[in-house]
């Protein structure tokens, strides 16, 4: 059974930084894409970011050169570092992975239960 474990949400101040963890068993996806993605309150849940299991990443262009992904293949470990926080990034962020993966699109399998983040201003 594949699970999706997300942790390292919290509440923090607009500027400040925080990385988000989320680590994969039941299965390798190595070859395979992973994700973030977010759900502010009141608003469906939108695409973060992206990385492909050859490496290619795609952002939001809400987070981009703010947030970065990466991935710990040998751990099955996907990362999201968050930089220069903003309130409206306040949101549950999910981690997703497997699932058909394209450029500028990602239609994950799998999801995570979710890790909130809170951006005070």
């Known amino acids: 059974q594949v699970q999706l474990v997300e942790s390292g949400g919290g509440l923090v101040q607009a500027g400040a930084s925080l990385r988000l963890s989320c680590a994969a068993s039941?299965?390798?996806?190595?070859?395979?894409?992973m994700g973030w993605f977010r759900q502010a309150p009141g608003k469906e849940r939108e695409f973060v970011t992206s990385r492909s299991g050859g490496g290619v990443t795609d952002y939001a262009d809400a987070v981009r050169g703010r947030l970065t992904i990466s991935r710990d293949n040998a751990k099955n470990t996907v990362y999201l570092q968050m930089n220069s926080l903003k309130h409206e990034d306040t949101a549950v962020y999910f981690c997703?992975?497997?699932?058909?993966?394209?450029?500028?699109?990602?239609?994950?399998?799998?999801w995570g239960q979710g890790t909130q983040v809170t951006v005070s201003s």
């Open positions: 039941g299965r390798s996806f190595s070859n395979y894409a």
């Open positions: 997703a992975a497997g699932g058909a993966h394209y450029s500028g699109t990602y239609y994950p399998t799998y």
